[in-house]
């Protein structure tokens, strides 16, 4: 068996270098897998406030920050969480069983993940869970949410590939900072922002200044196809940062 795959592995890479054989592949794929076809659109179609095109998730991914976020802020019916790049939804489902009561509301600029993720909700029968589709948060209501995630969501997976010295080509610093402005908008005071898998650095934003650092991760748990990159797009020579969640202070 280990001799097939190794032939497998060396007749695909083969097949690679073949005019034409990668682009018929990735014609196939677009034909026939609907997920990739959704963010091949997204991709080419490059609408405003587009980071991350793709919507590659998991169940229970951060597991550690979720429990910290369960612990910062205990459950009840009155508790709002919103996942902003929701995906197709397991992060939504994952905190409901951080937050049993909470309401969780999860956005996406992505059409099909909403679709994907109403689905879900319908066969959950959850009635404290929303979907909607939008691309940015700046259309949530201000102070209205105890905790605001976008986990790998102010990214571009292609800046990985590309080994790109810069990112202004894909995405920018400018509308990174436009985002979290939105995030720190609708977040209560004294509410929890958790920001991970960002090519960009939060307290490189302006807005950084009316929070706190509350949890870092690991230096161990970075992701190492996430480069960082400055306000100047350009990028980070030190590419460490481990800041994950921070508290919005009090109104001054």
Same mark, same amino acid.
């Given at each position: 068996?280990?001799?097939?795959?190794?032939?497998?592995r060396?007749? *695909?890479?083969?097949?690679?270098?073949?005019?034409?054989?990668? =682009?018929?592949?990735?014609?196939?794929?677009?034909?026939?897998?609907?997920?990739?076809r959704?963010? @091949?659109?997204?991709?080419?179609? =490059?609408?405003?406030?587009? !980071?991350?095109?793709?919507?590659?998730?998991? !169940?229970?991914?951060?597991?550690?920050?979720?429990? !910290?976020?369960?612990?910062?802020?205990?459950?009840?019916?009155? +508790?709002?969480?919103?996942?902003?790049?929701? #995906?197709?939804?397991?992060?939504?489902?994952?905190?409901?069983?951080?937050?049993?009561?909470?309401?969780?509301?999860?956005?996406?600029?992505?059409?099909? #993940?909403?679709?994907?993720?109403? *689905?879900k909700?319908?066969?959950?029968?959850?009635? =404290?869970?929303?979907?909607?589709?939008?691309?940015?948060? @700046?259309?949530?209501?201000?102070?209205?949410?105890?905790?605001?995630?976008c986990? #790998?969501?102010?990214?571009?997976?292609?800046?990985?590939?590309?080994?790109?010295? +810069?990112?202004?080509?894909?995405? =920018?610093?400018?509308?990174?900072?436009?985002?979290?402005?939105?995030?720190?908008?609708?977040?209560?005071?004294?509410?929890?922002?958790?920001?991970?898998?960002?090519?960009?650095?939060?307290?490189?934003?302006?807005?950084?200044?009316?929070?706190?650092?509350?949890?870092?991760?690991?230096?161990?748990?970075?992701?190492?196809?996430?480069?960082?990159?400055?306000?100047?797009?350009?990028?980070?020579?030190?590419?460490?940062?481990n800041?994950?969640?921070?508290? *919005?202070?009090?109104?001054?």
């Amino acid at each position: 068996m280990p001799h097939l795959i190794i032939a497998l592995r060396s007749l *695909k890479t083969a097949l690679r270098k073949v005019p034409g054989v990668a =682009r018929l592949a990735r014609l196939c794929r677009i034909l026939g897998d609907p997920a990739y076809r959704s963010e @091949w659109r997204l991709a080419r179609a =490059r609408p405003e406030h587009l !980071f991350q095109p793709y919507g590659c998730t998991v !169940f229970d991914r951060h597991s550690r920050v979720f429990a !910290f976020i369960r612990e910062q802020l205990s459950d009840g019916t009155a +508790r709002r969480i919103l996942s902003y790049g929701c #995906s197709t939804g397991e992060e939504v489902f994952s905190l409901r069983d951080y937050f049993p009561q909470a309401e969780i509301v999860g956005i996406d600029i992505n059409p099909r #993940s909403i679709d994907v993720c109403r *689905k879900k909700l319908r066969r959950s029968g959850d009635g =404290r869970i929303r979907f909607a589709r939008a691309a940015t948060p @700046w259309d949530q209501v201000a102070d209205s949410y105890d905790a605001v995630l976008c986990l #790998s969501v102010l990214r571009h997976g292609d800046l990985t590939a590309n080994r790109a010295e +810069r990112c202004d080509h894909l995405i =920018r610093f400018t509308d990174f900072e436009h985002i979290v402005n939105g995030l720190c908008h609708c977040l209560k005071p004294g509410g929890l922002l958790v920001i991970l898998g960002s090519n960009f650095r939060f307290s490189d934003a302006a807005t950084a200044k009316v929070f706190d650092v509350v949890y870092r991760i690991d230096q161990a748990l970075q992701r190492a196809d996430t480069p960082l990159f400055g306000r100047d797009n350009c990028k980070l020579e030190n590419g460490l940062y481990n800041d994950a969640v921070f508290r *919005k202070k009090a109104r001054l």
